[in-house]
């Protein structure tokens, strides 16, 4: 399918790795222009230059996205590089374990720094070029806001807070026809989770348990499932949608478990 997303510039945080590389990899197959931002220069440079080596439009800055300065320049450079944002996906983050029994302030706030604030500064700098646009807004979210996890305070309340914002950008937005959806992921395969499954106490076991729980076909959602459903989301295609949190997780927060 066309998605009519040719030249569009997309903005994707952590879009170097798991969810934000899938997004990525879709984005270009579109024919669209991502322009990532992220702290990890070497994996964020090795993305673009396999990209560019294809004859894909890529481009990035390197910025750490708990700096609200590094967050206003990379959204800056955006605008000087092609004088238009079309749209923006918030994706980076880290479940990050900051638990209420064994957190503490400093902790809980920074994982709100790390998970949360750069999703409301990456979208408040982009706002004037989205208007100019009519673009979209994408919040990848998580299913810790519904079901809970355990063990992650800071995580669980910033993504609780991504739906919020969800909800009220659209509202917000809607005289100037500015969309804005949330993604929930469950049960992908990401890195980030690759590092959560080896601190359990028996990960392969932990594992083996999760994959049964899910509903559809007792498998976990593709990074590339994750990433098209964003896609479609950034087109003209789904162009009634806005303030819908859509989850794309097998089944797994709403169905049940003991099926």
Request: with cysteine.
């Amino acid at each position: 399918m066309d998605l009519n997303l040719d030249n569009k510039v997309i903005i994707v945080s952590g879009g170097s790795k798991g969810i934000g590389l899938g997004i990525v990899n879709s984005l270009v197959k579109e024919k669209a222009i991502p322009f990532i931002i992220g702290r990890d220069e070497k994996s964020i440079q090795s993305v673009v230059k396999k990209h560019k080596l294809e004859g894909h439009q890529i481009n990035y800055f390197i910025a750490e996205l708990t700096n609200p300065k590094e967050c206003q320049n990379a959204v800056e450079e955006v605008v000087n590089v092609y004088n238009r944002i079309d749209g923006i996906v918030n994706n980076a983050g880290d479940n990050d374990g900051v638990s209420l029994e064994k957190g503490n302030y400093k902790d809980f706030v920074s994982s709100l720094h790390k998970n949360l604030i750069h999703y409301y500064l990456i979208a408040h700098y982009s706002l004037s070029s989205l208007k100019k646009s009519k673009g979209v807004i994408i919040n990848i979210g998580s299913k810790t806001s519904f079901t809970g996890q355990g063990g992650t305070s800071g995580y669980a309340a910033s993504n609780g807070a991504r739906n919020s914002l969800t909800r009220e950008w659209a509202v917000e937005l809607l005289p100037f026809d500015i969309r804005v959806n949330s993604v929930i992921v469950a049960e992908c395969y990401t890195p980030m989770y690759k590092r959560w499954i080896t601190k359990q106490e028996n990960p392969e076991s932990k594992l083996e348990k999760i994959n049964k729980r899910i509903p559809f076909q007792n498998r976990m959602t593709t990074v590339e499932e994750i990433a098209d459903t964003v896609v479609f989301l950034l087109s003209e295609k789904s162009s009634h949608t806005t303030g819908q949190l859509i989850f794309v997780d097998g089944g797994y927060t709403h169905l049940d478990r003991a099926l």
